[in-house]
């Protein structure tokens, strides 16, 4: 079975750009995170999908950050435009509480964010 | 707000000891206490979960939990070469939503 993946792996663009990330979570788990790691500090969850619904976005930044996730399976995540304090590594997880009997999220193995 | 915290490390153990890491929290109502284990450049992979005070023991991980005094601890027994990673402490109340720490780096050295 396929994990999460993510993509690109490593993205460097400059201030004021846009940028897209782009999450597939496992097939079939409603539940999808997205979370961001600046360096040298923790990993801080951004949002939360249950299938195509946002169920939590209380960690996202500010409105520069926009979230999607169109029927319910791949969701994006666009940067417009991009600062420097952007810059971190953005994870997706997915997990299907149903069928794990606790909310075990599954990682990707994230994308690396850039803004010069 | 909730934090989660973390001894940074890295922690230098050599291979056949039990490395001890260790977590505190500050929300009291947290219910779910997680370790993740991390290599560099890779994505945190779930280890171990604990819901109870007292021990929960797989294979050589021993997580441990003390609600009381708000800490959550791994001992890895046996330590070896392959455990070096950072180890992530993760604590969530009811939403689901883990806290993270910064992660503890261990280095077992043969």
């Known amino acids: 079975e396929a994990g999460v993946t993510q993509f690109p792996s490593h993205s460097v663009i400059e201030k004021g750009q846009t940028v897209t990330l782009r999450c597939d979570p496992i097939s079939g788990h409603d539940n999808l995170y997205w979370y961001r790691r600046v360096m040298g500090k923790e990993i801080k969850f951004l949002l939360h999908?249950?299938?195509?619904?946002?169920?939590?976005e209380s960690g996202m930044p500010n409105n520069r950050f926009l979230a999607e996730r169109t029927g319910g399976t791949y969701s994006t995540l666009k940067v417009q435009p991009a600062e420097l304090e952007d810059s971190g590594v953005y994870f997706c997880?997915?997990?299907?509480?149903?069928?794990?009997?606790?909310?075990?999220?599954?990682f990707g193995p994230g994308t690396r964010l850039t803004v010069l | 707000q909730k934090e989660v915290e973390q001894n940074s490390g890295p922690l230098s153990v050599p291979e056949g000891a039990i490395a001890s890491l260790n977590c505190t929290y500050s929300?009291?109502?947290?219910?779910?206490f997680f370790w993740y284990r991390q290599y560099s450049g890779k994505s945190p992979e779930l280890i171990m979960f604990?819901?109870?005070?007292g021990d929960k023991e797989d294979g050589r991980f021993t997580a441990q939990l003390n609600k009381a005094s708000q800490y959550v601890s791994l001992l890895i027994r046996d330590s070896q070469p392959s455990d070096s990673a950072t180890y992530l402490c993760a604590v969530s109340g009811g939403s689901y939503i883990p806290t993270f720490g910064r992660g503890t780096s261990l280095i077992v050295h043969p």
């Open positions: 997880a997915s997990s299907d509480p149903v069928l794990a009997g606790i909310n075990e999220q599954f």
């Open positions: 929300d009291r109502g947290s219910q779910s």
């Open positions: 999908f249950v299938k195509e619904s946002k169920q939590d």
């Open positions: 604990i819901y109870s005070n």
